[in-house]
C-alpha cells in the first residue's frame, strides 16, 4: 500500500490548518490562562429557548423535517428577516442550513464553477478562502485598509475585477475588524456589482450587533435582490453556537440549487435545533433580549477599545460585531510572535492577525464576548506586555 498521504487530495493536503484553533489549544492546556480569543457569545441561549428544545424531544419531535427546514421556522425566518428590510418568499427563498457557515459552502459550490474568481473583501472569517478553494474556484484578496475603517471602496473592487469574476463574498459587520458598511458605502459596491454583472454572498451573522447605527443589508438596495444571498443566523444574536442554525435567503432559482447540496450532504438541520430557533425568532421578548446583550457589548467594547489605546495602539473604531483589532506593529513583532509572546509571557490568548488573510498582518483580534472583569484583567496583562517595547 503506499504512503496514506498519497491518498489525500492536493486542495485538503495544501489547506492551512485554522490559525485560530492553534491558540485555542495552547490556552486550553494552559494553567491560569486568559482567552480574548473566543468568538462566541459568553451569554447562555435563553432559557425559553432551551425550554422549547425540551418539550419538543418530550413530544416526540425527533424526526427529518422537511429539507428546507420546518414551514413554521421558514415563515418565522422570512418574517424576521423584514427587520433589515429584505423581503423573502418563506416557501422557496428560504433556506435553514446547519448555521450560517453551511450557507456560506452551499452559496459557493452553487455559484462558483471551477477556474471562476471569487472577490473576497478581507481581513475576512477564516472558512471563506479554503470553501472558495475546495470548490474549484480562485479566492481574489480585496485588502481592506484600517484608515478607511476597514470598509470596501468601490476602486478597491474596480482594481481587482476581471473577466473571470464572478462573485463578491463580503461580511458586515465583520469579523475579525468589528468594520460595518452604511448605506452610501454600498450603494457605491453595489453600482460596481451590476455593471460588471457580479453575484454577491453577504454575511450578515452579526446584523443585531451594530452600535448606534443600523445594519443595512446590501441585498435590500434597488436592483440587488436578484443578485444576493443574505446569510444569517442565530449562533451570535440569540447566544446559539452550539445549535448550530443558519438562514439562508436568496433568488428561487438559487436557494433550490443550493437545497440540492443541502439534502445529498447533510439531509436537514436539525430537528431539536429547529424548534428552538423557531422559540428564539417567535418569542415576544425576542428584541428585548437582543438589546441586553448589545448594551451589554458596547460597554465592553468601550472598555476594550480605551484600553488599547492607554497603551498607545492604534485601533479602528469597531462598529459592529464584538471584536476589536488593534494595530500592534509599533512593536516591532509580528502578529504571530505577538500572540506567542503574549501567551507565554502573560498568558493571555489573542488571535493574529494573518489568521483573517495576509493584510490582517500587524494587527491581532481580541473579542468582548467575555466578562468586563477579564476584560480589564486581560487589558492589564497586555498593557504590561506591551510597555517593553
Avoid at 435563553?46 to 415563515?75: C, F, M, Q, W
Avoid at 471563506?128 to 485588502?143: A, D, M, N, Q, T
Avoid at 435567503?249 to 428552538?276: C, E
Avoid at 479602528?316 to 506567542?340: H, M, Q, W
Wanted: glycine residues 6%.
Amino acid at each position: 500500500m503506499k504512503d496514506t498521504k498519497s491518498y489525500l487530495s492536493k486542495i485538503v493536503q495544501d489547506m492551512p490548518d485554522s490559525g485560530i484553533k492553534d491558540f485555542f489549544d495552547v490556552a486550553n492546556t494552559m494553567e491560569g490562562a486568559l482567552s480574548l480569543g473566543v468568538g462566541e457569545p459568553d451569554f447562555p441561549t435563553p432559557e425559553h429557548v432551551r425550554e422549547a428544545a425540551i418539550a419538543s424531544i418530550k413530544k416526540g419531535d425527533t424526526k427529518y423535517t422537511d429539507n428546507r427546514g420546518t414551514v413554521e421556522l421558514r415563515a418565522a425566518a422570512a418574517d424576521y428577516l423584514t427587520k433589515f428590510d429584505l423581503h423573502y418568499d418563506k416557501q422557496d427563498e428560504i433556506l435553514i442550513t446547519m448555521g450560517a457557515s453551511e450557507g456560506i459552502d452551499l452559496a459557493l459550490r452553487t455559484l462558483v464553477n471551477p477556474g471562476e474568481e471569487v472577490l473576497v473583501a478581507e481581513p475576512s472569517y477564516v472558512s471563506y478562502i479554503p470553501c472558495i478553494e475546495l470548490c474549484g474556484g480562485v479566492p481574489v484578496s480585496l485588502k481592506l485598509r484600517a484608515e478607511n475603517k476597514f470598509r470596501l471602496t468601490r476602486e478597491q473592487l474596480e482594481e481587482k475585477i476581471t473577466e473571470k469574476s464572478k462573485v463578491l463574498l463580503i461580511s458586515y459587520p465583520n469579523n475579525p475588524t468589528g468594520a460595518i458598511m452604511e448605506k452610501e458605502d454600498l450603494e457605491a459596491i453595489a453600482e460596481v456589482v451590476k455593471e460588471h454583472d457580479l453575484f454577491v454572498i453577504t454575511d450578515e451573522i452579526y446584523a443585531e450587533l451594530t452600535y448606534g447605527k443600523k445594519h443595512v443589508s446590501i441585498a435590500s438596495l434597488p436592483g440587488m435582490y436578484e443578485r444576493c444571498v443574505v446569510l444569517n443566523g442565530f449562533s451570535k444574536a440569540f447566544a446559539m453556537t452550539g445549535w448550530r442554525m443558519g438562514i439562508a435567503a436568496g433568488p428561487k432559482d438559487v436557494i433550490f440549487h443550493m437545497n440540492k447540496i443541502h439534502q445529498f450532504t447533510t439531509m436537514s438541520a436539525g430537528t431539536t435545533s429547529q424548534y428552538a430557533a423557531l422559540e428564539a425568532l417567535t418569542s415576544p421578548v425576542r428584541d428585548e433580549e437582543i438589546t441586553v446583550m448589545r448594551e451589554e457589548y458596547d460597554a465592553r467594547r468601550t472598555l476594550m477599545v480605551e484600553g488599547f489605546r492607554k497603551m498607545g495602539l492604534s485601533v479602528a473604531e469597531p462598529e459592529g460585531a464584538f471584536y476589536v483589532f488593534p494595530d500592534i506593529r509599533k512593536t516591532g513583532l509580528t502578529s504571530e510572535e505577538f500572540c506567542n509572546r503574549l501567551l507565554q509571557e502573560q498568558k493571555v490568548a489573542v488571535i493574529p492577525g494573518n489568521a483573517f488573510g495576509t493584510c490582517g498582518e500587524g494587527f491581532v483580534r481580541c473579542s468582548y464576548a467575555y466578562s468586563q472583569d477579564v476584560i480589564r484583567a486581560c487589558l492589564e496583562k497586555i498593557a504590561e506586555f506591551v510597555a517593553q517595547f
